[in-house]
Structure formats: C-alpha cells, structure tokens
C-alpha cells in the first residue's frame, strides 16, 4: 500500500497472492489503484502478459525455487520496461546460500549420522528439525541458483544489497534497437 501511495495518479499497482484468506483481507484493505492477482504467481504473470502490460518495477517475494522462472518470463514476455527494475526478496535466505553447493564460500555440512535404533518422540522431533533445516537448505540452493542467474544474464544489471535478508535490484539493460532510450555506455 506504501508503495501504490507513491506512484504518480491514475497508476495501477498489481499483486499477487496465492493464499485465498491473505487476498481476502488485502482486498478489504487495498484502494483503487491496486489490483490483486489471486492464485499461482506464474497463473497470474501469464495473465498480465496477456493484456500486453509492462512494468517499470517488479517486486518479487514468491516462492523461492521458482525465483528463474519467474524472472526469465518477465524478460522473455516484456513484462518489464527498457531500464526497469526487479526487486528480488529473501536473496540470501537467512545466509543459508553460503552454505550452497558450489558457492565460493560454502562450507562442509556434518555427515547425516546412521539411524542406529527405533526413534522416540524426543529422535522423531529431531529428525523433523533434520528434515526441516535440510529442505530449507534446499531452498536456498534453488534461491543461490537464482543469484548466480541473474548474475551471469547479459540481459541486466544486478546489485545484491546484504540488507534485512537480502536485496536484489535488477536492472534490465536497453534493447539495442529501443530508439526512445540512449544507449548507455560504462
């Protein structure tokens, strides 16, 4: 709402939320110049592909593993403007990508120990914290595979700011035959 406050008159914001109860109550809470997308994200980016939109900025905090996805369909379907802006959330995912596979910095994780008896209740709630920390990691793999995407993409410029739990701003570069903007050079 902060956001759709700052935009000149007569703008839209669109949004998206999977969650039926979330939408709900945003929509009670949303003025009339936000537009809410209810259901899968990349549902709801088809669709605004469809109408032929573009955006001078996109904020992106959906779910993590399909980060590339939804990055390579902005790009590839025009969603987002000559020099706009991609907002990437949680791109150091509670600093779980320096433990990624293959990253400069990633560390030796402890073997996982062999089940050596029947679990009891106390086993069975630490194999759950197990489970639950190894399928974070794996989601900060996917999110660390997303950093080094846009990183390695021609189509933009990146800066990853280390603030909260990582920033990504993502600049599309000018299309070499968009005659509206000046080419910019380094």
């Known amino acids: 709402m902060a956001m759709a ?12 939320e999977l969650e039926a109860k979330a939408a709900r109550l945003a929509r009670e809470a949303f003025s009339v110049s936000i537009e809410l997308l209810e259901g899968e994200a990349m549902n709801s980016l088809h669709d605004l592909a469809a109408k032929k939109l573009q955006f001078d900025a996109v904020f992106l905090d959906a779910d993590k593993g399909n980060y590339v996805n939804y990055f390579n369909f902005i790009l590839e379907n025009d969603l987002l403007a000559n020099h706009g802006y991609i907002v990437a959330d949680n791109v150091l995912f509670s600093g779980l990508v320096l433990h990624s596979e293959g990253s400069p910095s990633s560390l030796p994780s402890p073997p996982v120990s062999p089940q050596l008896a029947p679990q009891s209740d106390s086993s069975s709630k630490s194999e759950q914290k197990r489970s639950t920390k190894l399928s974070r990691q794996k989601a900060a793999d996917r999110v660390d595979a997303f950093n080094k995407h846009v990183k390695n993409d021609p189509r933009v410029d990146v800066v990853l700011l280390p603030i909260f739990d990582g920033l990504s701003v993502i600049m599309r570069k000018k ?5 509206t903007h000046p080419q910019v050079t380094r």
Do not use: F, H, Q, R
Not at 175 to 179: E, F, Q, R, S, T
């Open 175 to 179: 299309a070499v035959d968009d005659p």
């Open 5 to 16: 406050d700052g935009m000149p008159k007569g703008s839209t914001l669109y949004t998206c």
